[in-house]
């Protein structure tokens, strides 16, 4: 039996505990935030600003059930997917999607899945460290230097960390410091968010089986992305940037009392001031990108998830690929259980190829849909019905095989790259 310290309890963290114990392990996780099972709840994962709406696709349903958690649990944890809605001068155009697998994707209540993985992390016996900041990781020792909410700091020892938290993560900041010739790239987006929330989605005319996307009309000034969670209430992530009218800066009622009437103006009266008065509240966040030259350090540590490749949430895979990431190293680590360095130098071969696909079309999704390319809807149209006339020559649609499959991304990102070519032929033909 190893020992393993997963820093960071959340999504992905917490679902690496499930695998890992299930297969035999001591697993200890060190999470910053409240017991989401225990008298303090509404800590754990509070319901504030920085908390997109998330869409789990099936790469992440399989991964999430390939860790013995029931299809029947995680439904109850969303609502089921079945279209996107583009906004376009206050008119939607919906583009409906089929399933390729027999699975929809789900537009996830966050707090809901987080509690379900708890509650199969605790079933396995693993040890949660709640309310514990890592301070410090010995890459070379395997140990990291912990604190509590009262002050009090302990070291933990290991024979494997694992870095599960997040894009800032403390883990990779010790292999930063700590590892000859890691490269690192941090970079951000020309916009931030706001994460605004209104109850009745259904009363307020949204589909509960769609994703809906805003800011196709806007010349570049702002992107949007809305999804219903079971609890009936709509979340909005309000892109913008960080200067100018309007921004995430502007405090001026009227201004943003323009922006929302414009470009939400489907909405009452009272919903949009409602969002107003949530913007105006509410502080903002940064939408970060991550990369790292490589995910591990000899046998000792592992980064997965937003700690090895933090992107947009434009593509809804995020999260996707950070449950894709557990299960990938599961899987290498159940064939080779002897053979630690080895299994974590073919995790970074492998998901590196995959996080630099993804993230390279996380990017290029957020342009499409932060600028007035009217095009974007015609080349969609066109590519499928040119798949349809002609399956064997023509490349098959990319974004229903990103929603419906788990074909790795950069299989995905060359069906991109061929779908472009063609259509630029079929427009000059």
């Not at 809305?226 to 200067?243: E, M, Q």
């Not at 996707?320 to 002897?338: G, I």
């Not at 990017?363 to 095009?375: D, F, G, H, R, T």
């Amino acid at each position: 039996m190893n020992k393993i310290i997963i820093v960071g309890g959340g999504l992905a963290g917490s679902l690496t505990a499930i695998y890992m114990a299930q297969r035999g392990h001591d697993v200890h996780i060190i999470e910053k935030r409240a017991d989401p099972l225990g008298p303090n709840a509404a800590s754990a994962d509070p319901i504030g600003s920085r908390a997109i709406g998330v869409s789990m696709t099936v790469r992440g349903i399989k991964a999430v059930l390939g860790a013995g958690i029931s299809k029947q649990e995680l439904d109850q944890c969303g609502e089921p997917i079945v279209g996107m809605a583009f906004s376009v001068r206050g008119d939607y155009k919906v583009r409906e999607l089929t399933p390729l697998e027999g699975l929809f994707p789900l537009s996830l209540d966050r707090t809901a899945f987080q509690r379900l993985l708890n509650r199969h992390a605790v079933k396995h016996e693993v040890n949660y460290y709640f309310e514990h900041k890592c301070l410090d990781v010995d890459l070379d020792r395997k140990t990291v230097l912990i604190q509590g909410s009262d002050g009090a700091m302990q070291t933990l020892q290991g024979d494997l960390i694992i870095g599960a938290d997040g894009a800032h993560s403390a883990v990779r900041r010790a292999m930063q410091s700590g590892v000859r010739r890691f490269d690192f790239k941090q970079t951000f987006f020309r916009h931030g968010y706001k994460t605004l929330v209104l109850p009745d989605a259904a009363g307020l005319g949204f589909r509960k089986d769609l994703l809906y996307f805003f800011g196709m009309d806007s010349k570049g000034l702002f992107a949007g992305r809305a999804a219903t969670i079971p609890d009936g209430s709509i979340s909005f992530a309000i892109c913008l940037p960080y200067t100018g009218t309007p921004s995430l800066a502007t405090l001026n009622r009227e201004a943003l009392a323009e922006f929302f009437s414009r470009y939400f103006g489907s909405l009452p009266p009272a919903s949009r001031q409602e969002l107003l008065e949530q913007f105006i509240a509410l502080p903002s966040n940064d939408l970060i990108n991550v990369r790292s030259n490589t995910f591990h350090y000899k046998g000792n540590v592992l980064l997965i998830g937003d700690a090895a490749h933090a992107t947009a949430p434009f593509l809804g895979q995020g999260m996707n690929m950070a449950l894709e990431d557990v299960y990938v190293f599961a899987t290498l680590l159940e064939r080779q259980p002897d053979a630690l360095p080895q299994v974590l130098a073919e995790f970074t071969r492998q998901r590196k190829v995959q996080a630099d696909a993804m993230q390279d079309m996380a990017i290029a999704n957020y342009e499409a849909l932060s600028n007035p390319n009217l095009i974007f809807f015609l080349q969609t149209r066109y590519t499928r019905y040119m798949h349809k006339k002609f399956p064997r020559v023509y490349p098959p649609d990319m974004a229903e095989k990103l929603y419906f499959t788990s074909v790795p991304y950069d299989e995905l990102q060359q069906i991109q790259k061929k779908q472009n070519v063609w259509y630029k032929l079929g427009r000059v033909n």
